[in-house]
Structure formats: structure tokens, C-alpha cells
């Protein structure tokens, strides 16, 4: 843990902390200097990841939490300020990645990824922002282009990450009088486990090649890439700075 960092005391909760972008995020606020409450429905990476970051000397907490359910999502927040008597950053993460055509997509594909990247994203602001109502805050959404703009092969997670988008920017105004900030960004195709298992799907190579091409910076991106985005829009540096969603996506929606 770094002394003096840009979040540095600050106690927060990241969701989906357990790999790929919120890991990274846990990761980069460590170093930062911030108290942690980290959680993900996966226990065992979970615990890898709590032992990474207590070996960095962070204060750290884990909870295993599914944040599609209310209980449990409450549970999470509750978690922050019962250790720390406060919570100051939310960054709401945890998310899954169907990749379909609508001709492909199922009833379940739609319910999953809307009870966990719609829902979930609404149960973590929801909870968060109740807790931070007497002392201001800073929210983090997780969009993705994909919440900005049309992709093919996207007819599940897309309309997903355009509620991050609208729930960040109706947030934002309504929770500013209370000195709470809200703010998500939107990757692009970024070099997750969960993307470089495309290399090795029927058809996944070929899929990346082609949104390689499709990204102005002729690459992808890194979790860690993201995750100094994350920090900034939380950190006191992005103090004025709220309804936006800032996209991490090497040019691409600059097309």
C-alpha cells in the first residue's frame, strides 16, 4: 500500500473483484492507498486475490456476494461500513459476457446478463449510494462500448451496458446535491481470460482479428489500462467530473 495515494484511506467496495478489469482495479487502488472491501461470487479466486493484495500490506476484506441478489448486495455494502464505519468509492464491476446474435441468444442469455449487469449494477448503486448519502461518495460503473454503440454478436450484453450507461448518467444528476459522483467507463475489447479463451473457440481467432482491426490503436486493451481510468474518475482528481462515461477503448468510438 502506498502512503499518500491518490485514494488513499479511502474504504471501497469493488464488485467482481476476483479477475480480469476488477481485479486489476483491486490491484491499482491497493497501491493507491485504499481500504479495501472486495468481492465476487467465485470464493477460491476470491481468496487468491485477498491474499495478493494483503501481501502488498493493503487492508483488505472479502465477500463472497452475488450482487443480482438484493440480500446479498446489501450484505456486501453493509460489509464496507461495518468494518470501516464509512464506504467513499463504489465501483460496481462484476458482470458476465454472453456473445450472441439474436438469432443464437436464449431467453436464459437474456435473463442472466440482465440479472447480473442490469439488476446487479442497480442493487450495488442503490445499496452504495444509501450508504454514502450522509458523506458524499464517488460511483464507478462498468459500461463498455458496447453500451455506447451498436456491435455485432452483442444482442444480450450490449442492451446490458447501455443500463450502465443511462443508470450512470440518471444518477449523476440526481445524487449530485448529496455530493455523490457518478461516473462509468466504457472499454473496449480488453485482454481478459475470458477474451483470450476466444483464441481458442470455433471462430475466435478469426473474431478477434476482426475487432483488432476495428480498434484504431491496432490492439486490445489491458485490464490495467482500465483500471487507472477507474481510479481517476474515483479519485479526488475527478472531483467536478460526474455523468460521464469515458470510454478506454483505443479510438474506437472516435470512428
Known amino acids: 500500500m502506498t502512503n499518500g495515494g491518490r485514494l488513499s484511506g479511502k474504504v471501497s467496495l469493488i464488485t467482481g473483484a476476483a479477475h480480469g478489469i476488477g481485479h486489476a482495479t483491486a490491484v491499482w487502488f491497493a497501491r493507491e492507498g485504499a481500504r479495501l472491501v472486495v468481492s465476487d461470487v467465485d470464493g477460491a479466486a476470491l481468496e487468491k486475490c485477498h491474499a ?9 476484506t472479502t465477500v463472497i456476494a452475488d450482487v443480482s441478489d438484493a440480500t446479498q448486495a446489501h450484505r456486501m455494502v453493509q460489509t464496507a461500513v461495518d468494518v470501516y464505519n464509512r464506504l467513499d468509492v463504489v465501483v460496481a464491476n462484476a458482470g458476465v459476457i454472453p456473445l450472441h446474435e439474436i438469432t443464437e441468444a436464449t431467453e436464459q442469455d437474456w435473463d442472466e446478463v440482465m440479472a447480473v449487469d442490469g439488476k446487479g449494477m442497480f442493487l450495488t448503486c442503490k ?5 454514502m448519502l ?11 462500448i458496447s453500451g455506447v454503440a451498436g456491435q455485432r454478436g452483442q444482442s444480450t450484453y450490449g442492451p446490458a451496458k447501455f443500463v450502465a450507461s443511462g443508470l450512470t448518467k440518471h444518477l449523476a444528476v440526481e445524487c449530485a446535491r448529496h455530493c455523490i459522483r457518478v461516473n462509468a467507463v466504457a ?3 480488453i485482454r481478459t481470460n ?3 479463451r476466444l483464441e481458442e473457440e470455433p471462430g475466435g481467432p478469426e473474431y478477434l482479428e476482426d475487432i483488432v482491426r476495428l480498434h484504431p490503436a491496432g490492439r486490445l486493451g489491458e485490464p490495467s489500462e482500465v483500471a487507472a481510468a477507474i481510479g481517476f474518475l474515483a479519485s479526488d482528481e475527478a472531483s467536478f467530473i460526474t455523468g460521464v462515461v469515458l470510454p478506454v477503448d483505443g479510438g474506437y468510438l472516435a470512428q
Open 52 to 60: 495478493e493484495l494483503a501481501e502488498s500490506g493493503a487492508e483488505v
Open 127 to 131: 445499496y452504495g449510494i444509501d450508504a
Open 134 to 144: 450522509a458523506t458524499g461518495g464517488s460511483i464507478v460503473c462498468l459500461s463498455s
Open 187 to 189: 472499454p473496449g475489447t
Open 194 to 196: 475470458r477474451v483470450r
